[in-house]
T-cell receptor, first 113, second 113 residues
């Protein structure tokens, strides 16, 4: 099976930087995804990591360490519209329905003025 | 623009009723998925399909079945709805290969009375 942990809720200030951590335990690791989900809406894709290191995409960056079973999502220059839930998800060769993703419970990020 | 369309945004059904949730994608994706999302539990995979007429159980298939008669359409069926199936149901699709991200529909919020 797989186990994915991320904080339930975080609060940050507009214009600041926030790091959302995700730890996972899985066999047959085949990639880690981050999704953003605004209240009442569908999740939307943010990033994908399969090799160790940092992937940068505008204000958002995602980091992966496979040996530590650890990833983080870094959000810079926070804006009010970044208030959302952030979902960490792992793909494994034999988990999450073989070809699906197993999701963490999500981190609810609150941005304050 | 990629599109995953779910037939109903909101449904209210009675215990014991048969419920059909329809999902259509216009991206010619091989893989399609049904998840349910509940507060505190996150997204959980019910069933997925990697080809027409093919289906695989996810992590929580009990009480559900699926149908995929055409590549673009994936249906979730609740043979006899129960109150514990009250939830948000999300359909998703993706192309083949490990890096393909999931594209989600807007979700169907089902209430079983």
């Amino acid at each position: 099976g797989q186990n994915i942990d991320q904080p339930t809720e975080m609060t940050a200030t507009e214009g600041a930087i926030v790091q959302i951590n995700c730890t996972y335990q899985t066999s047959g690791f085949n990639g880690l995804f981050w999704y953003q989900q605004h209240a009442g809406e569908a999740p939307t894709f943010l990033s994908y990591n399969v090799l160790d290191g940092l992937e940068e995409k505008g204000r958002f960056s995602s980091f992966l360490s496979r040996s530590k079973g650890y990833s983080y999502l870094l959000l810079k220059e926070l804006q009010m519209k970044d208030s959302a839930s952030y979902l960490c998800a792992v793909r494994a060769f034999s988990g999450g329905g073989a070809d699906g993703l197993t999701f963490g419970k999500g981190t609810h990020l609150i941005i304050q003025p | 623009d990629v599109k995953v369309t779910q037939s109903s945004r909101y449904l209210v059904k009675r215990t014991g009723e048969k419920v059909f949730l329809e999902c259509v994608q216009d991206m010619d994706h091989e893989n399609m998925f049904w998840y349910r999302q509940d507060p505190g539990l996150g997204l959980r995979l019910i069933y997925f399909s990697y080809d027409v007429k093919m289906k695989e159980k996810g992590d929580i298939p009990e009480g559900y079945s699926v149908s995929r008669e055409k590549k673009e359409r994936f249906s979730l069926i609740l043979e006899s709805a129960s109150t514990n199936q009250t939830s948000m149901y999300l359909c998703a699709s993706r192309t083949g290969g490990p890096a393909g991200e999931l594209f989600f529909g807007e979700g169907s919020r089902l209430t079983v009375l």
